[in-house]
């Protein structure tokens, strides 16, 4: 399953300087992402997604999609259509750098139910978001181990979401995968993914002063 639509031209290595500059452009990302378990409310009550340890190259991809429309938060666009590009690439560089194993990263991954195994073949999630979904295949892709299991729901739903004009995510290949699927069994695989070992976490506020 893809979570986001890669976006064209993204420059592909993150430098130290790049994560650098985006350390102090972080600062109207923490109040969110910089606390464990922070909750959201829109659409729905979820914590918000553990970006630390993310690829540089999703970072961008998440936000030119929220700064084209293509997926639909009023927040995060107001957020993203502020942001040059260059401006993202520094950011990616920063929650790239800012990662980096988390402590279960080393654990085996558990064996999947059944019917959660049924559910990944008929997604064929692995097929991009690679080795025990934490190694896509492509790095605009994002890693889903680990990541919070009512998060991973609410996108997913969301990739399901039509002629919304507050709610949903553009991407061809993931509401193909998506429209599927009931939302018991979204909210399965999404507890699977979610107890998986990885490399995402939430690096606390006081990491950036």
Not at 147 to 162: E, F, G, N, P, S
């Amino acid at each position: 399953m893809i979570f986001v639509l890669a976006a064209a031209g993204v420059a592909g290595g993150a430098s130290a300087q790049d994560a650098k500059a985006g350390e102090k452009k972080a600062a109207m990302c923490i109040g969110c992402h910089g606390i464990p378990g922070y909750q959201a409310s829109f659409p729905e009550i979820h914590k918000v997604p553990m970006i630390s340890g993310q690829g540089a190259k999703y970072i961008v991809s998440a936000l030119t999609a929220y700064k084209k429309g293509e997926r639909k938060h009023p927040t995060m666009r107001a957020i993203a259509a502020s942001l040059s590009d260059q401006d993202m690439a520094d950011l990616g560089a920063f929650y790239e750098a800012n990662g980096g194993p988390a402590a279960n990263a080393a654990a085996a991954a558990p064996t999947p139910p059944a019917q959660v195994a049924e559910l990944l073949t008929k997604g064929n999630c692995a097929s991009c978001h690679g080795e025990n979904l934490n190694k896509p295949i492509d790095p605009s892709y994002p890693k889903l181990s680990g990541q919070y299991a009512d998060y991973l729901y609410v996108a997913l739903k969301a990739y399901q979401t039509d002629n919304n004009a507050q709610v949903g995510r553009g991407n061809a290949i993931m509401a193909g995968m998506a429209k599927p699927f009931s939302h018991a069994e979204l909210k399965l695989l999404a507890g699977y993914l979610a107890s998986l070992p990885g490399d995402l976490k939430t690096v606390p506020e006081s990491r950036f002063r």
